[in-house]
């Protein structure tokens, strides 16, 4: 049986893969992170279930699309915590910044994720974007 901290680390482990797939927009990893389904929580809109294969990819293309037209190069981990809910169930809040090629911050973002570990991986199943000036959960600063 793992401890939280050894669950809180391979899940933070498990998002700078995340990362690291999105800028290297290798579309196939990326993919397999999110499980089916997984739900995008938003205060603008109802709750978007994405439930199969093909749901998947074009919440990947559509986003990439927009993004790249803002001219976006990278995105960088500013700030990571891990909160295990148990075994195979997690939290996580991350603070994000995307760049353009120049070093010009397009954007800084909050996103907390939940996770599940299907046995053998950890996989996001919802994603809420946490709008500043709030701070979401743990009441952590923003980066």
Same mark, same amino acid.
């Given at each position: 049986?793992?401890?939280?901290?050894?669950?809180?680390?391979?899940?933070?482990? &498990? =998002?700078?893969?995340?990362?690291?797939?999105?800028?290297?927009?290798?579309? #196939?990893? &990326?993919?397999?992170? &999110?499980?089916? +389904?997984?739900?995008?929580?938003?205060?603008?809109?109802?709750? *978007?279930?994405?439930?199969?294969?093909?749901?998947?990819?074009? &919440? =990947? *293309?559509?986003?990439?699309?927009?993004?790249?037209?803002?001219?976006?190069?990278?995105?960088?981990?500013?700030?990571?915590?891990?909160? +295990?809910?148990?075994?195979?169930?997690?939290?996580?809040?991350? #603070?994000? @910044?995307? =760049?353009?090629? #120049?070093?010009?911050?397009?954007?800084?973002?909050?996103?907390?994720? @939940?996770?599940?570990?299907?046995?053998?991986?950890?996989?996001?199943?919802?994603? *809420?974007?946490?709008?500043? +000036?709030?701070?979401? +959960?743990?009441?952590?600063?923003?980066?």
């Amino acid at each position: 049986m793992a401890n939280s901290e050894q669950l809180a680390r391979e899940i933070e482990e &498990f =998002y700078r893969g995340y990362i690291d797939a999105f800028n290297r927009e290798d579309i #196939d990893l &990326f993919l397999q992170m &999110f499980d089916l +389904p997984y739900v995008i929580v938003s205060g603008e809109r109802a709750a *978007t279930i994405v439930a199969d294969e093909a749901a998947r990819q074009n &919440f =990947y *293309t559509q986003m990439m699309i927009g993004i790249h037209n803002r001219g976006w190069a990278r995105s960088e981990i500013d700030l990571m915590k891990a909160w +295990p809910l148990g075994e195979k169930l997690a939290m996580l809040l991350a #603070d994000v @910044t995307r =760049y353009k090629r #120049d070093g010009a911050v397009i954007e800084r973002l909050r996103a907390c994720y @939940t996770l599940r570990h299907d046995g053998k991986t950890w996989r996001i199943v919802a994603l *809420t974007e946490v709008r500043a +000036p709030f701070t979401g +959960p743990g009441d952590i600063a923003r980066s």
